[in-house]
């Protein structure tokens, strides 16, 4: 039986993965900040455990509980929605703390069980945003195009160990807690000279009838990118994620 360890499962994509996962047979290790078993189904196959991807001690603690794994998918993510005038360094630190170095730091502490074994799958999850540039978005989109790059570049080096090394790029999302969490993080509110671009932005969200990413379409990408080793490097969730990487 196979093994997937998954990070940031409390809520959101991570949650919908592990559940996912665990319904097709695997073993799960659901890894939250604030471990909450309540939240999935009861099964032997599951292990929730901490991890905060931003805290070296913490990774080092979970790979030591976890033991070997086949497949880790670096999901656990911060959203960034401002200015950058209206961004301060800490907030900037934080969202490439946790999207970008807790991404790398994860990849690193599971690569030498993958190497030895020769075989294992990493899945990073980055965005759509990627693909075409959002405003207010700046901080939040550089810190997963750092990622796409990371990724595409640690593919080619892994190849001749057969570690596998693949990218899911939702699009918009809004069942997730992802928005309102990166609301909360807008301290200080948006700069005054950018009420005008601000208020426009929301407008068209509000008005959009788009299409837009659903969980399903997140933990199929994720499905695909593990089991099947002829999947593509890079792989757009959700029917504006698609539209985007075709264009
Ligand atoms: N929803 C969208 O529109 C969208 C679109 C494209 C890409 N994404 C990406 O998809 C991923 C999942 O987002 P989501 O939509 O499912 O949002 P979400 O519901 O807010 O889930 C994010 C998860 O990441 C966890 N997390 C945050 N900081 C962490 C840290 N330092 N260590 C460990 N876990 C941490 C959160 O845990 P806590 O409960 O402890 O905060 C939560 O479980 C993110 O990487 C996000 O950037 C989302």
Sequence with gaps: ?????????????????????????????????????????RSKRLRVLPLDVTDPRSIRALIDAAGPIDALVNNAGIGLLNALEGTSMDAARDVFETNTLGTIAMTQAVLPQFRQRRGGVIVNV????T????????????????VNAFTESLALELEPFNVRVR????????ETRFGENARSRVQGGFPEAYSGLVQKVFESWSQSTDPVTHTSDVTEAVWWAVNDPASPVRLPAGADAVALAAA
């Design 167 to 174: 990218l899911v790029l939702p699009g918009r999302a809004p």
């Design 131 to 146: 693909l075409k540039p959002l405003h207010l978005l700046s901080v939040y989109t550089a810190s997963k195009a750092a």
């Design 1 to 41: 039986m196979k093994t997937v360890l998954i990070t940031g499962c409390s809520s959101g994509f991570g949650l919908e993965i592990a559940k996912d996962f665990l319904g097709r047979g695997w073993q799960v290790i659901a890894t939250m900040r604030t471990p909450r078993e309540d939240v999935l189904p």
């Design 126 to 129: 980055t965005s759509s945003v």
